[in-house]
């Protein structure tokens, strides 16, 4: 999650403000995942970002695949259908 958002901030996407911001990337288990077409979900702030997953497939080639946590099977919900960070 930080190296996530430290490659956003020295790349240039996003501009730190005032207030911190938490960006996740999460695995969505199988079947879900659309047979592998939808592998990823965006969250910034505990909110779902909704970007087209050619994107997300950048910003994952950037922060390195192994840095994005895998999907749990005791809950598979939990990362992409909400957040592991809670926002306020």
Same mark, same amino acid.
């Given at each position: 999650?930080? +190296?996530? $958002?430290?490659?956003?901030? &020295? ?10 911001? *938490?960006?996740? +990337?999460? $695995?969505?288990?199988?079947? &879900? ?10 969250? *910034? ?7 087209p997953q ?26 992409w259908l ?7």
């Open positions: 999650m930080i +190296i996530g $958002s430290l490659c956003l901030l &020295f790349s240039g996407c996003f501009k730190p403000s005032l207030e911190q911001q *938490v960006i996740e +990337i999460n $695995s969505i288990p199988p079947p &879900f995942d659309v047979n592998g077409r939808f592998p990823y979900v965006v969250w *910034v702030n505990g909110k779902r970002v909704d970007m050619k994107d997300i497939l950048v910003l994952v080639e950037k922060i390195g695949k192994e840095n994005i946590k895998p999907s749990n099977n005791k809950d598979i919900h939990i990362g909400t957040p592991h960070a809670k926002s306020d």
